[in-house]
């Protein structure tokens, strides 16, 4: 097996641009590295040598003549990536360049504490390993995402509101049982934004991506990295107050974002419009499923239930009230909206435009482009493969 | 004269290195930089012979004995630099490593005008330069501030709302009348994050500088670099919304904090205190002054006046409201305050820390300082003087 700390510093950032081009021709790197095309070609020419980059039969045009596009190798090995999220895991085997070979997702209970549902992450891991044909020896890395604030240094939980138990739980040292690769860990949100930073091939330098689902988080590009703040609580935007007047939070104030907009407060009003009468459609899911979920609403939405409707645009304007603030501040070139909350479709996305729209500067909004986050329900899991791997690279920069 | 473009890279690199040291030993130096030892004994010997760099006398204790610090050569030429706010402006004339050598602030009213306010500027800077015995040809850059949003590449204002005149002015060009050093402009704010940037020798990567004065804004520190956001209008925190239902704001909507909070607010506020009764020092200074400014509502308050302190406590703790959002949003290490607010002292401060540590979350406030900007009444000056010079070094690099 390939080791990073047998390559050269340079053919570590041409590997490092081949894996944040997802795939580029060989002329494309040599000129878009700030090496000589002499010095990068013969790098290049090394490195598949050695099997670290391979020439994946694809051709691009490139003044026209035809290219073969190159790619990290396969024989490098394969990463592991897992989204946990308050209700549900994700745990998926990727390639090195992102490519899913396997996944399962499955609900989940974050608060059953760390030691219960990573036991069951790894076990998953190990299954999903050997569905494609890997060992444990092949992990190249494992990247995770948590819904909560972490100590990216640690890749701990510090004061996570809606995992308590996990606060400052190792989870490095849990995934050790099984797994001798490097672990890295992050905020949910954020390793969705670093997925679509990815997808994006770092075309965009300035966005953010909105997560709304049990909780509202955000992750901050900046400058074409994913920024984490002071204390890794950056994007906490879930209990920025939009309504002094609004119900009591988990956090303690009055009126937050999260407790009035999210998967929850969608749930209990729904709910409410079950139990008053005012819609016999929610009525009766409620009556068949014991119970409803943002799930439920976003169906009855879609058939086009009045009562859904309005709860889902109820939403949608908080949040996009609270956004509203944070695009006067941040200014971003994109807003991606992902979580549970995508599979309401266009209506909440259009209440939240609307309201931004409305409330931030022009200068602010007339670039601004508020769409579903492209990776779609993959983000997480791909933002997580896409951490496992640039910190791989990084962290081998960091010990030469 | 020395030109920039005379130097290696590697000196451009040092001679960086040294400018946002303030003053550094040669064994700082030649340790902080990526080069090896006698590479970057040897540059700084050359440039200290080229009179690039000068030895400043002073002595510091490095490792047992005495080091000679290296500064930027005073024979380099002279930064010169404005800060224009929309009552009043000041230019100086600074030391390639920011020592103010002469500097001139008086009122002026941004709405006369770019033509008026500019030809007001140059003449000052002719004069200021005067005044040290400097030439415009000793000019090595020029550093603008003004209060809206910039177009950073084109040095432009675009569509600023206290100053419409100047929406798409070209300052560059009207600087040309009399100088023919490259001149910078950048937003006010973003002025005073580069000042005080340069002041912690980067030593903070991220934080906030707001600016009360007629309006409010902030400057944004993200990894070290001010962030300007995807069409320079980050930091547009003026017009968050604090009150649904409050006052309307000069940009069309309701309940922004500028128009609840700024100055003009404050001033009006105490206006009222005056003809209402309820303050009779407000209402003496108003007969006696026959207008309210920031100012007298800042001597009132220092005086202990309930009036004055109740205004100013309400400015505080909306001012504080806003800053909670941003604070969820950003996590920065540091709020810097500056503007006309803080001749107002502790109270104001006082006010917005109750408001932000009551309303954001504990991760995010944990560690966080909110104090008056360090560089004071200077920031905006001092600032304009490190974007002349920072700029002036990057475009070098630029061009090589």
Redesign the interface.
Known sequence: MVRWKDLSTSEMTLLDHVFWSSRISREALASGSSFSKSRANAAVAGMLEQGVLEATGEQVATGGRRAETLRLSRNLGVLLGAALGATGLEVGVMTPDLELLAHHSEPADVRDGPARVLSRVRSLMREQLKQCGAKVRDVIAIGIGVPG?VDFGLGQL??PPLMPAWDAYSIREDLKVDFSAPVYVDNDVNVMALGELWRMQRGLQ?FLVIKVGTGIG?G?V??G?V???????????G???V??QGPRCH?G?LGCVEAMAAGPAIARAATEAAESGESPLLKQMLDERGALKLLDVAEASRTGDAAANAIVQRSGALVG??L???V??????HIFIGGGIQKIGPLFLAAVRQSVY???????T???EIQYTPLGERAGLIGAGVLGMQESLRMREAVV
Not at 227 to 237: C, E, I, L, P
Not at 328 to 333: D, I, K, Q, T, V
Not at 358 to 364: F, K
């Open positions: 604030p510090v004061n300035n955000c901050i900046c400058h990295q920024y984490r703040g002071a204390n890794g609580s950056a994007g906490d935007v209990h920025i107050c309504d002094p956090c104030n009230q609270m509203a603030a944070v006067n501040f941040y200014n971003p070139s409305h409330r931030s500067l022009a200068l602010s007339r670039h601004l």
